[in-house]
């Protein structure tokens, strides 16, 4: 469960969909949507919801991978803060009237590894077409499409959600590679309730603005830095600040057998600042019993852990990081990693 400390902290990320908080470019992107789909209307709730909000109602089974701790950020044993935007959907469906469009916009909370296309809040927007008549999925795909990433090639491929029938994801070329940026589907029946007809979609709202502006890395979305929050504030392409060298430093830490990227990652974020880390990579990773006996009682391993070398990749968007700044991040990691250590 999270930590009094860890639950203000993560509420009080700025939220960069919400205009009541300042404005930026991916309220751009909702107010262009919203202005190219028929009937819409905009949906906030409190990030904090009830469980059932994000996981039943919505048909995720009770052994789903993505309820567990390691991945979902628990308050307690009924309420966590959501990790989509889905979870506002239930309530919205209870509220709503045929015919509308249904945009949920907002920050989620997950567990995820580092790295420049990751971020353990990222924003997410959630489209729900509430029709009485069949309406066409093909046709909010290429409207969605085309309207937030004008110009681009996009394909669908097959997929499945606990919250849809005939599912797909999205995925849009960029440089010469296919790049995931939502899914899709018709809204199922145990969702729908007595609505006649709906499609459902849920949309990586940060991939998205990197692409249409063309930024190389998530944290820039959110840098303070003058010459970086500038060009937040439209969709123009992004003209990159200059780019300062990165400090690489490997740390060994002994975790659980069950650890891996995404909650190794979870972990570091809430060691060192986020902007600072600009990816992990595990290198290699040797159960206790492999392990030479003398490497053994140097790190204190016991059974059920496994010794992960970890590459730690920093970078600060607007200056270069002093030796002395990296070995501190690195020292902080290692002691804090070991501290968490099972």
Known sequence: MYRTEELVHALNVRDLTDPAQGPHALQLLIADLKAALPDPQEVRHHPLVPVEHNYERLGYPADAITRDVRYTRYVSETCMLRSHTTAMVPQALRDATPDVTLLCPGLVYRRDTVDRLHTGTPHQLDV???????????????????????????????????????GKQIDVEHDGEWVEVGECGRAARHVLGEHPHGLAMGLGLDRVLML?????????????????????????AYRPVSRHPAAI?????????????????????????EDVVEEIRILSETRTEDLPPHVRERLEAQPGQKNVLIRVTMRAPERTLTDRETNEIRDRLLQGLRATAP
């Open 212 to 236: 249409r502006k063309g930024v190389p890395d998530i944290r820039l979305l959110r840098n303070p830095d003058p010459r970086i929050a500038g060009q937040m504030l439209d969709l123009d």
């Open 128 to 166: 729900w077409r509430i029709s009485r008549g069949r309406e066409s999925l093909d046709d909010l795909i290429h409207t969605t499409v085309t309207t937030l990433l004008p110009g681009r090639r996009y394909r669908t491929a097959d997929a499945q959600h606990p919250y849809t029938t005939h």
């Open 249 to 273: 430093r490997d740390i060994s830490v002994m975790a659980d057998l069950h650890d891996d990227a995404e909650t190794l990652g979870d972990r570091i974020r809430a060691l060192v600042p």
